[in-house]
């Protein structure tokens, strides 16, 4: 094999080498790529902790209360003969607002289809008046309430807070994901090196040429 050959050859393997090298680095360069969204996971889980734990310290109080308005809807879910409402909160609301207007004993004669007074009779109250003191019992007082805002904002902020960690978690790369993109650096730094560079001697022989004197 002529001189000129073994130099092109050895020329072509070092420029793959070069690619596969570049590859190479961009696969490892993902390993700090996840170490760093992993360590931004790990800081919103840690800033979560003493917030979880403030939610906790505040809904102490009237935890009890909370629990028999979320034991009250999970009932009320269960018939499906009854007013949808989304959340416990919304049907409190309307039973905080019949309680207020002293209108539990009205509806209960008067107004109440016997689908609902069976309802409430099946949960345990034999009367309006139980009715109106369990309703009076288990909702919030005025400060429970601001209390209960107060909570409601540190729960949102670590709602954002998981929010964001999840985000980061979709960010990570997996193995597979690691290898596709070493790969498609490959590829890329392949077609710069290999098809763009003989352009690149195509115009520069062009104009090496055009310079000759005939």
């Keep these: 094999m002529k001189l000129n050959k073994k130099r092109i050859i050895a020329r072509e393997f070092l420029l ?77 609301q ?28 099946s949960v345990g109250f034999k009367n309006p008046s139980q009715l109106d003191k369990f309703i009076k019992d288990n909702s919030l007082n005025d400060s429970e309430l601001k209390i209960a805002t107060e909570t409601e904002t540190v729960r949102v902020k670590v709602a954002n807070f998981e929010s964001q960690i999840n985000n980061y978690k979709n960010e990570i790369l997996d193995i597979d994901d690691q290898l596709n993109f070493a790969f498609i650096f490959l590829i890329i730094t392949g077609v710069i090196t290999f098809p763009i560079r003989y352009l690149f001697y195509s115009v520069k022989w062009s104009l090496r040429t055009l310079k000759q004197k005939e």
């Design 16 to 92: 793959f080498l070069g690619c596969v090298l570049i590859s190479s680095l961009a696969f490892i360069g993902t390993f700090p790529y996840n170490y760093s969204i992993d360590s931004k996971i790990d800081k919103f889980e840690k800033d979560i902790i003493p917030l979880t734990i403030t939610i906790d310290s505040l809904e102490t109080p009237f935890n009890a209360k909370v629990s028999m308005q979320k034991r009250f809807f999970e009932e009320w879910q269960k018939n499906t003969d009854l007013a949808d409402y989304k959340d416990y909160n919304e049907i409190w």
């Design 94 to 121: 309307r039973l905080e607002y019949l309680h207020k207007k002293d209108s539990i004993e009205y509806k209960w004669n008067n107004v109440w289809a016997n689908t609902l007074l069976e309802f409430y009779r």
